[in-house]
């Protein structure tokens, strides 16, 4: 028997933007970007990197913004990397490890429709 001292899920999802001939505000498509003042010019990329409890369910989110290389020709892409894990009081039974597997599913969907803007989520209906 070897203790289970980490338990987690990662999800990294890509969101490819086309690009218009207008600057592209990050604010209009998510929620999650760096703010710099008005006067710097257009920003050609940024990461952020965010670690906050997850209390109700007593795990940790490392959530990560990104711009990533667009695989799609005239689209800005970019990532919501989300890990959420226990590294302390990790379940040791089946039962208990799928039940804290869930609850994560549903935290990450959670945090992924609270990073993103109607705007983003009507891309997806395309």
């Known amino acids: 028997y070897k203790k289970i001292s980490r338990i987690g899920?990662?999800?990294?999802n890509r969101i490819d933007i086309?690009?218009?001939?207008?600057s592209l505000k990050n604010e209009d498509y998510f929620h999650i970007y760096p703010k710099?003042?008005?006067?710097f010019p257009d920003l050609n990329f940024y990461n952020v990197q965010c670690?906050?409890?997850?209390?109700?369910?007593?795990?940790?989110?490392?959530?990560n913004s990104t711009v990533v290389p667009s695989p799609?020709?005239?689209h800005?892409?970019?990532v919501i990397d989300q890990d959420i894990f226990t590294e302390s009081n990790a379940p040791q039974k089946d039962d208990a490890i799928f039940e804290l597997i869930n609850l994560m599913r549903i935290e990450k969907n959670r945090v992924f429709e609270s990073s993103i803007s109607d705007k983003?989520?009507?891309l997806f209906q395309r």
């Open 18 to 22: 086309p690009v218009t001939g207008s």
């Open 51 to 63: 670690m906050m409890p997850v209390p109700n369910i007593g795990c940790q989110l490392r959530l």
């Open 9 to 12: 899920i990662r999800y990294i």
């Open 72 to 74: 799609i020709l005239n």
């Open 76 to 78: 800005i892409s970019f």
């Open 120 to 122: 983003t989520r009507e």
């Open 36 to 39: 710099v003042p008005d006067s």
